[in-house]
Each structure stands twice: as structure tokens, then as C-alpha cells.
């Protein structure tokens, strides 16, 4: 996917996630569309196209989530490579396979970002953070099913025809 593709999408997507939490009443749990974005840019975008992507996404989710800035940008950025690294040694073709991956990089982003949230709060504890994580997990791989096909339409119409200019 292209970079102004994936951060309207992204932006898009984070828009769908507050309405459907604020209307569902989610107090623990959240969907966390970003990292399935991200994710999908792990398996199928370039270094630096999905780096870039990565770090929009993860800004946008700053801007949006009213945690320390820099965080999600960070995390974003990590999970992605991480990602990577790890879409070297597995095979996600499917949506079922997509989505126990884009659980996995929800747990690691999730756990991460609770740790680092310990790190910068002064008082009270990270526990319900960590109380909500299965519904959140759940939440992400449901959206990463449903969202998988929408990823490869725009994949494949970013596609570039073979040409003499390529």
C-alpha cells in the first residue's frame, strides 16, 4: 500500500474504532485497527514504505489516544520490524493465519505499551490495562478477519501495471 493510502485509511479506521467503543461501551477492552494495519504493512510493504507508514500510523494514534507522546509512534515503528523479522520465518497467507498474526503483534504492542505507561504514571496501577487485554485481543483479531480482504483490494490496486517505465 502506498503512504497516502495507508494513512487515510489509517485515519479512517481510528475514527470507526472510537465510535464503535464509545457506542458498544467498551471501558476495558479496545480495537486496536492500527496494529492490524500495521501488521499487514509488516507482510507486504517495503523498508522504508512501511517504516514511514508505520510511523504516520503510530503519530496518528498519538494524536488520538492522549497517551505520552512518542509511544505509539515508537511502538508502531518497533512492531512493524518486529513484524518483519518475524514474516521471515512464518507463512500468513489467509485471513485466520493474518489475524493470529496481527494477535501476536497486539499482544507484544499491548504488553510494551502498558509497560511503558507503568514507566511515565505516578500513581495508580496499569491493571485494568492489563485486566481488559483478552477482549482486546479478540476485538483485533475479529477486526483483522474482517479487515484482511479490504487490505488486499487497495494492495492490488496500488499495483503497478509492467510497463517500460518500471
Same mark, same amino acid.
Given at each position: 500500500?502506498?503512504?497516502?493510502?495507508?494513512?487515510?485509511?489509517?485515519?479512517?479506521?481510528? $475514527?470507526?474504532?472510537?465510535?464503535?467503543?464509545?457506542?458498544?461501551?467498551?471501558?476495558?477492552?479496545?480495537?486496536?485497527?492500527?496494529?492490524?494495519?500495521?501488521?499487514?504493512? *509488516?507482510?507486504?510493504?517495503?523498508? +522504508?514504505?512501511?517504516?514511514?507508514?508505520?510511523? *504516520?500510523?503510530?503519530?496518528?494514534?498519538?494524536?488520538?489516544?492522549?497517551?505520552? $507522546?512518542?509511544?505509539?509512534?515508537?511502538?508502531?515503528?518497533?512492531?512493524?520490524?518486529?513484524?518483519?523479522?518475524?514474516?521471515?520465518?512464518?507463512?500468513?497467507?489467509?485471513?485466520?493465519?493474518?489475524?493470529?498474526?496481527?494477535?501476536?503483534?497486539?499482544?507484544?504492542?499491548?504488553?510494551?505499551?502498558?509497560?511503558?505507561?507503568?514507566? +511515565?504514571?505516578?500513581?495508580?496501577? +496499569?491493571?485494568?490495562?492489563?485486566?481488559?487485554?483478552?477482549?482486546?485481543?479478540?476485538?483485533?483479531?475479529?477486526?483483522?478477519?474482517?479487515?484482511?480482504?479490504?487490505?488486499?483490494?487497495?494492495?492490488?490496486?496500488?499495483?503497478?501495471?509492467?510497463?517500460?517505465?518500471?
Amino acid at each position: 500500500m502506498k503512504f497516502l493510502v495507508t494513512v487515510a485509511l489509517a485515519l479512517a479506521l481510528l $475514527t470507526l474504532e472510537s465510535v464503535f467503543v464509545q457506542q458498544v461501551g467498551l471501558v476495558l477492552g479496545r480495537v486496536d485497527v492500527t496494529v492490524v494495519l500495521v501488521a499487514f504493512l *509488516a507482510l507486504r510493504a517495503t523498508l +522504508t514504505e512501511g517504516a514511514c507508514s508505520a510511523f *504516520a500510523v503510530g503519530y496518528l494514534l498519538d494524536l488520538m489516544s492522549g497517551q505520552p $507522546t512518542g509511544l505509539f509512534t515508537f511502538l508502531a515503528v518497533f512492531t512493524f520490524l518486529v513484524g518483519r523479522l518475524v514474516a521471515s520465518f512464518v507463512d500468513v497467507r489467509g485471513p485466520v493465519a493474518f489475524a493470529l498474526f496481527a494477535m501476536g503483534a497486539d499482544l507484544g504492542h499491548s504488553l510494551l505499551s502498558t509497560f511503558f505507561t507503568w514507566l +511515565t504514571v505516578k500513581e495508580g496501577s +496499569t491493571a485494568p490495562l492489563l485486566a481488559g487485554m483478552p477482549v482486546q485481543l479478540a476485538l483485533t483479531g475479529l477486526a483483522a478477519l474482517l479487515l484482511f480482504p479490504l487490505f488486499k483490494r487497495f494492495e492490488v490496486a496500488q499495483e503497478r501495471p509492467a510497463g517500460l517505465l518500471r
